[in-house]
């Protein structure tokens, strides 16, 4: 009983810990949000590089952080676009820069499907969370008087990651903001491990996210 | 002596089991069941009849190298899926064909028959790098009514998928043939309209179409 509870208070304690995460956000503005009523946003992840790829669960953390109607912030989430849009927003054929969308906009349908949609902006987000490095070992045994871990292990993750902003209606960008996050996880392990996992990709997210919303909001109404 | 006979037999029986165990762990089985959106677009002014054989309907990859697990991996209901609802908005009508080249239905335009030519696949072992990646190969033939050869070209696809995605490498290379034939999709649409002959042949149509609708206004 009392090894249950001590199992159950670590739990707890580990549940409440968490690493230490470092957040650095930049942003590149060239013009003033103008979301207006009924205007949607589009996160969209960079999957055209051959060595890593843009987490979906970023983007929808991202998107889903965003998203208020009621602040006047509407997210289509990126599956729904990219299909409805198919085939037209797939690694291979989607606009690599702001001045390929005239092209896209030619055809007929698809203009007619982004003004149904009502996107005002799309977010292009570029980049990924990464292991940098780790050290330490844990090891456990079983033997007949129990079983238990005994060690220490540490890993770093950083995050990098850019979005670029278009403003579909005025066919320009309207500015950057880049997230840079790193943290640390450690895993001290006396009998149970205790995972103090550091949260940097969702630390990436919700900056990213508050950021987006200052940044695409009117002045007056960003300040809501 | 006949004990002995059926420790021996009982051996063989347990080494039969184990290897039979073992093969089985390492054969791999990845069925791709992907469904696929129609394309956005303005269809071109064809009535064309769209053959997918059963080979390839039914396609099935198999590979048992010496330095790879082996690997059966069942692609054709996907890629009948995607070759149906992609040809299926790229033209004013489109035809399904039971049988080529008997049988056809008169006022075709043209006859497509996509080909499965080579499918490729590295695991993140092989790379180095956290991706499973895949690449298809399609031959695609174009025929008129008559069953001469309109145009033949090739479409390439690639997918891939990072591993820290999914849970099994059957499920991140299921993913990452999703993925290719998206990509073998938005190719098909996009790269129709390039081929030289295709480009041709249509814009031939379209004459044809508006020279009639000249006629039938005067």
């Known amino acids: ?224 | 002596m006949n004990r002995l006979l059926k420790g021996i037999d009982a051996i063989r029986y347990l080494t039969l089991v184990a290897s039979v165990s073992l093969l089985a762990a390492c054969a791999h089985t990845v069925s791709v069941d992907g469904e696929f959106p129609a394309p956005v677009g303005s269809p071109h002014p064809l009535t064309v009849g769209v053959y997918l054989s059963d080979d390839f309907r039914q396609f099935t990859y198999s590979e048992n190298r010496d330095d790879r697990d082996e690997w059966n991996i069942n692609t054709g209901r996907a890629q009948k899926n995607l070759f149906e609802t992609v040809l299926g908005s790229m033209f004013k009508e489109t035809v399904n064909l039971a049988q080529y080249p008997t049988n056809l239905p008169q006022g075709l335009d043209l006859v497509i028959v996509p080909e499965v030519r080579e499918l490729q696949f590295t695991m993140p072992r092989e790379t180095r790098v956290n991706i499973f990646e895949v690449w298809i190969k399609y031959d695609m033939h174009a025929y008129n009514q008559q069953g001469e050869s309109v145009a033949e070209w090739v479409i390439t696809a690639y997918g891939k998928t990072p591993t820290a995605f999914l849970k099994s490498q059957e499920a991140a290379l299921a993913q990452a043939i999703n993925v290719a034939l998206r990509d073998a999709g938005a190719t098909l649409y996009t790269g129709f309209e390039r081929v030289p002959e295709l480009q041709a042949f249509i814009a031939n149509k379209q004459r044809a179409l508006s020279m009639k609708q000249t006629g039938d206004n005067q």
């Open chain 1, 1 to 224: 009983m009392k090894f249950l509870s001590a199992f159950f208070s670590v739990s707890v304690l580990a549940l409440l810990s968490s690493g230490c995460t470092t957040v650095v956000i930049d942003e590149y503005r060239r013009s003033t949000g103008e979301l207006a009523l009924g205007d949607s946003v589009v996160i969209l992840g960079r999957r055209h590089s051959s060595d890593y790829e843009t987490e979906p669960d970023l983007i929808d953390c991202v998107g889903k952080t965003l998203h208020n109607p009621k602040s006047g912030v509407t997210v289509i989430p990126e599956r729904q676009f990219v299909d409805a849009m198919y085939p037209w927003f797939e690694p291979r054929t989607a606009p690599m820069h702001i001045k390929s969308l005239d092209k896209l906009m030619d055809i007929p349908d698809v203009r007619d499907r982004m003004e149904k949609y009502g996107v005002k902006y799309i977010v292009w987000i570029d980049g990924s969370t990464e292991t940098t490095s780790s050290a330490g070992s844990i090891g456990c045994s079983i033997g007949t008087a129990g079983a238990g871990c005994f060690g220490f292990g540490t890993w770093d993750k950083e995050s990098d990651y850019e979005a670029s902003v278009w403003d579909f209606r005025d066919q320009e960008l309207s500015g950057k903001i880049s997230a840079d996050a790193q943290g640390t996880s450690y895993m001290p392990a006396i009998v149970v491990p205790i995972p103090l996992i550091a949260r940097v990709q969702n630390n990436a997210c919700k900056g990213m996210a508050a950021q987006l919303q200052e940044f695409l909001l009117p002045p007056q109404s960003a300040s809501r």
